[in-house]
């Protein structure tokens, strides 16, 4: 009839044509998938660095949240002085609260584990098939800053609790556990939770009860 067409809602027009921001999203997905991938040179023995797996195992068993909260809460029941017994309450209190935002963290977003994972982690929990963030990597970063601030060590030791820090999170790429985006995160989260855990510091006159315990 020649009549001209009338225009489409606003809302077709966003789905015809994708958001800027979208399409970026997309993009680095999918770099995070192919680069996490290629990184991933110890997810089976017959992987580039196939021969190094057992050594990042060995890594991902020590940045493990079962041995710290174990190592801690023996030491605080073994400690004599007042002082270390209010770091290492607060240790505790650390690590409970990073095992339990890494779990509702991941339980929320329910990513799936990379493809080329191999299901052999070190004691698991239901959560634990779901990848972001990296548990290992938040709870890294809480430690390394927990220590670097309340712990008097010597340079060298100062620098080694880093690279510690720094190689746990590296070897869950590498062992195909996790991709770059859920390390990255996971290392912001537990740098972000050290400041919760500082701003909430457990002492005896804010928590008596506690310390009544030892």
Known sequence: SGAAAAPLPEEDCMKLNPSFVGIALSSLLAIDLWASKRLGVCAGEGSAWGSARPLMKVIEVSGHGIPWVLGTFYGLCQSDSSAAREVLLNLLFALLLDLVMVAVVKG???RPRPTHN???M????????YSFP????????LVCRFILRHLVL???????????????????????????????FGLLLGYALYGVVEHCWLSPATAPALFALW
């Open 108 to 110: 929320l977003v329910k």
């Open 118 to 120: 191999k299901m052999d």
């Open 122 to 129: 070190f004691v698991t929990i239901s959560v634990d098939k």
């Open 134 to 141: 990296s548990g290992h990597a938040t709870r890294a970063a």
């Open 154 to 184: 010597a340079v060298p030791l100062r620098v080694l609790v880093v690279l510690w820090a720094l190689i746990v999170s590296i070897s869950r790429v590498m062992l195909g556990r996790h991709n770059m985006t859920d390390v990255l």
